[in-house]
């Protein structure tokens, strides 16, 4: 007596899964090295959903670190951070410092939001960064 087995991944649905997979890899390669560096980066913050700040983070490259306080302009008890071309919030005084532990921003599309202070870091490319008021 014979049993009828059958493999649970054949040699086509390998294939299929490898060109998928390296399909994917593909596309984040190419989004985290070469997209990003083919235009600057802009950090976009906003503050009550009004644009307050825009730095283009490819002025921010140096190793030493750029502390930019938001208290004294726009009364917002937030310090941001710049350093090698990315942003992040650094110190602000809300309970949970979720937006602290978020970390850096540097590539496009990248957000946090403090929701306490109603303060958000976007970036985008130089472009569009432009085109915003």
């Known amino acids: 007596m014979k049993s009828d087995s059958r ?3 054949d040699k086509k649905d390998f294939i299929i899964i490898a ?4 399909l994917g890899l593909s596309f984040l390669l190419y989004k985290y090295t070469f997209a990003n560096n083919s235009q600057s980066m802009v950090a976009v ?3 009550d959903g009004e644009i307050c700040e825009k730095y283009n983070l490819s002025k921010y490259m140096q190793d030493e670190e750029i502390e930019i306080s938001l208290k004294e302009k726009y009364n917002v008890p937030v310090v941001l951070s710049l350093q090698k071309g990315t942003i992040r ?3 602000v005084d809300c309970p949970d410092h979720i937006c602290v532990n ?5 590539s496009e ?3 946090a939001v403090c929701m ?7 970036i985008y490319r130089q ?4 085109k915003m008021q």
């Open 7 to 9: 493999n649970i991944v």
């Open 19 to 22: 060109v998928i997979l390296l």
């Open 45 to 47: 913050v906003s503050i």
């Open 89 to 91: 919030f650094k110190d």
């Open 102 to 106: 978020t970390g850096v921003l540097k």
């Open 109 to 111: 599309m990248d957000i």
């Open 116 to 122: 306490p202070n109603k303060t958000s870091i976007t």
């Open 127 to 130: 472009e569009e960064a432009d």
